[in-house]
């Protein structure tokens, strides 16, 4: 970091001398403009490139055993093109996983291909997609998969069951996708101000994404109980236990989105106070799993920890509620 003293024209004029090596590296000269803008927090931010035309990030990659990744890495870090660079011929199963892990990732489309090379580009522009709006999507489909896999579970549903489980491929999308825009935002200020997102924020939306994620993971896991309970049968109680429970959880992580999007401290608190109520709730299912036939019982057991964990993530995600004026 470097100190200036700011100076004053007789005409009341405030300035600061720009550092040379910064000039000199920039491209600077007598009578460049650069752009001068206010950040939220109260930061003035120099532009010198505000005029130049972003040059597409380009990154070739070569196939691997871990070729999947290594294309979802790139598209997280917002590389705008991925070349996928074969010495040879390009193998029909490395193809499969380029086409795997483009249809994963929103606007990342196939646009060159031939024997040895294929070319994926991002085809989406970061100021269109609010991470807010990104989030929210994201948890109404989760939500959705919560509910719906309990239902499944005491219902003995295996087409919604396998319903549950298909829709976890869009909750990744929309978690990968907000990831990529959160690591944009946070290497440039404007698109921070446009999307009305500070950079100090972007760990808190990120944390939650993970968080929803989660939620969906194990609803995926009580949809999967479902195809392994067979012919086994619920019994009332079980089913109603299940239930109630169900019905505490999807409360607590309704009520910590809500508080983390309106900065609602007390209604995170509340989340946080059903602690006591969940855990009696909870060792109730517990009880009346454990007394039913072998067929039964561990699904049912499994299903009420699933449901457990569901919780613990909605209690995480209302510890990141902060008030307003922090």
């Known amino acids: ?42 930061r003035l931010v120099l532009d010198a490139k505000y005029g130049v035309e972003h040059a597409p990030q380009v990154a070739v990659v070569k196939p691997s055993a871990f070729l999947n990744r290594e294309i979802v890495g790139r598209y997280l870090l917002g590389y705008d093109t991925i070349r996928v660079e074969a010495k040879d011929r390009i193998s029909h199963e490395d193809r499969e996983q380029v086409k795997l892990a483009s249809s994963r990732l929103i606007g990342l489309e196939i646009v060159e291909e031939d024997y040895s090379r294929i070319v994926m580009q991002t085809l989406l522009e970061p100021s269109a997609y609010p991470p807010e709006k990104i989030l929210r999507r994201e948890y109404s489909i989760a939500a959705g998969m919560h509910r719906d896999a309990v239902l499944a579970f005491v219902d003995g549903d295996v087409h919604l069951a396998k319903n ?23 290497q440039n200020p404007s698109l921070s101000e446009k999307l009305g997102i500070l950079p100090i924020d972007c760990l808190d939306y990120r944390l939650t994404a993970s968080l929803v ?3 969906g993971d194990q609803s995926v896991q009580i949809a999967g109980k479902t195809m392994r309970l ?22 607590a992580h309704e ?35 454990s007394a039913q036939p072998v067929d039964v019982a561990p699904h049912s057991l499994a299903v009420a920890s699933f449901i457990s964990r569901i919780y613990e993530s909605s209690v995480d995600i209302a510890d990141l509620v902060m008030p307003r004026t922090a």
């Not at 009520?255 to 109730?284: C, I």
Request: glycine share 4%; with cysteine; hydrophobic share 45%.
């Open 1 to 42: 970091m470097e100190l200036r003293k700011v100076q004053k024209t007789s005409g009341g004029t405030f300035f600061v001398c720009l550092p040379k090596v910064w000039a000199e590296k920039v491209g600077l000269n007598k009578s460049s403009a650069i752009s001068i803008s206010e950040s939220a927090d109260g």
């Open 164 to 186: 549950v489980i298909a829709r976890d491929d869009e909750v990744n999308r929309q978690y990968f996708l907000l990831v990529r825009i959160l690591r944009t935002v946070i």
């Open 213 to 215: 994620e989660s939620i």
């Open 230 to 251: 067979k012919e086994g049968k619920l019994a009332k109680e079980v089913s109603q236990a299940i239930l109630k429970f169900h019905k505490l959880a999807f409360e």
């Open 255 to 289: 009520n910590a989105l809500t508080a983390l999007f309106t900065r609602d401290v007390a209604l995170a608190e509340s989340v946080r106070t059903m602690r006591e109520n969940v855990s009696t709730v909870f060792h109730e299912a517990e009880t009346i799993a």
